[in-house]
């Protein structure tokens, strides 16, 4: 049998004749950058979507995260989790930042509050959590300990589009957010992320900054760098937000099979969503344990010799590649156990739930 390979997320695609409109309105007004019409469109409905005060696009997430911690000049030490991706880190390094990497909370994947406390230092600035899979961070326990030693909080939050707590957009914490709209994400834009900012003074610094620090013409306030989203990126956006509550939807349903199909599988820990507001399904994550029948690793192959390719989100830990090695004196054996064990499954907003359970079949085989 010669089946079509199943990827872990792959990108939303919304059908290519809906995008011809916004082509031609592109070459109509020849701005092609720069906050043109689409950039600010995007940047309204997005607020307008998520719920935010205030949201400035870029042109991917990592310029994002640097630009947030430029903007609040941050330097010396920065709490991190090392249960992420390489841009966590690289954004801080990139920034002259020593990060701290402190344990994970074995039931979210997130940093564990009650052992930041102890990784503050007196160089300690900021604290840079992950809403890792779009599983929301502990916030008010991280915000009570920031005001405690007055540091600030900087959310990588490039999972988590659309998720909400109780009281609202899970973005509106901390003192900024930046997301990520990578075609990996929930919400893509090909490329893209954006910065979530309590307050248009603080959009306007960042806006200068994403654009080399440029006020006018004959003012430059900052060493910016060149954030920007163009227009194309901009307005595939705006086609994909018409679309985003269908794609999750669909991947709440995805979700949910996988759920009611795994749950009982000797070996495999699996988890429900804890967001208490809304989720965004953005990975299915699972824990592959010692009663499984295989390692981890011998079913990652498995599964990709059957044309699955399921990954190890995120194994190595990032505190673990060379780049970081001098960094990362502490211990953090939660997240060092999650990353021998941990798996995500394919789970996306078109995939097919025969193609899902082409994937069930094979683990609970
Ligand atoms: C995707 C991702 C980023 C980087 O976003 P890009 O848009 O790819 O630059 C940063 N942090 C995490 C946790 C991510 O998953």
């Excluded at 009570?144 to 899970?170: C, M, P, Q, R, W």
């Excluded at 654009?211 to 901009?234: D, L």
Aim: hydrophobic share 40%; charged share 20%; proline share 5%.
């Amino acid at each position: 049998m010669n089946d079509k390979p199943i990827y872990v997320t792959e990108p939303y695609l919304p059908p290519l004749d809906e995008f011809i409109p916004y082509l031609e309105q592109i070459w109509a007004s020849k701005k092609l950058t720069n906050n043109g019409p689409m950039h600010q469109q995007l940047e309204a409905a997005l607020r307008d979507y998520l719920g935010v005060p205030e949201i400035a696009l870029f042109n991917n997430g990592t310029i994002a995260l640097l630009t947030a911690l430029q903007a609040l000049r941050i330097g010396g030490e920065v709490i991190t989790t090392p249960f992420s991706f390489v841009a966590t880190g690289h954004s801080l390094l990139w920034n002259g930042i020593t990060p701290v990497f402190v344990d994970i909370d074995p039931q979210t994947f997130n940093l564990d509050p009650e052992k930041i406390e102890a990784a503050i230092t007196p160089r300690t600035t900021a604290i840079m959590p992950v809403h890792c899979y779009g599983n929301p961070c502990d916030v008010a326990a991280i915000q009570e300990i920031a005001d405690t030693y007055n540091l600030k909080v900087i959310y990588d939050a490039a999972h988590a589009f659309g998720v909400e707590d109780a009281g609202g957009s899970i973005l509106r914490h901390g003192d900024l957010s930046a997301i990520s709209f990578h075609a990996t994400k929930v919400f893509n834009t090909f490329e893209g992320g954006a910065i979530v900012c309590p307050d248009a003074k603080t959009k306007r610094h960042i806006d200068n900054l994403k654009n080399f620090g440029i006020v006018n013409e004959t003012t430059v306030v900052a060493s910016g760098i060149n954030g920007k989203m163009s227009e194309i990126n901009a307005a595939f956006g705006l086609l994909q937000l018409k679309h985003i509550d269908q794609a999750i939807s669909h991947r709440e349903k995805v979700y949910r099979h996988y759920l009611s199909h795994l749950g009982g599988v000797d070996g495999l820990d699996i988890f429900e969503n804890v967001a208490g507001g809304k989720s965004n399904y953005a990975y299915f994550p699972l824990l592959v344990n010692e009663h499984y029948r295989m390692t981890r690793d011998e079913l990652y192959e498995y599964l990709r010799d059957h044309g699955i390719y399921a990954r190890r989100y995120f194994y190595p830990l990032l505190s673990a590649h060379s780049c970081y090695r001098d960094h990362s004196p502490a211990q953090t054996p939660v997240a060092e156990k999650m990353s021998r064990q941990i798996l995500c499954l394919p789970i996306s907003g078109q995939i097919e739930l025969g193609e899902v359970q082409r994937v069930v079949a094979l683990l609970a085989g």
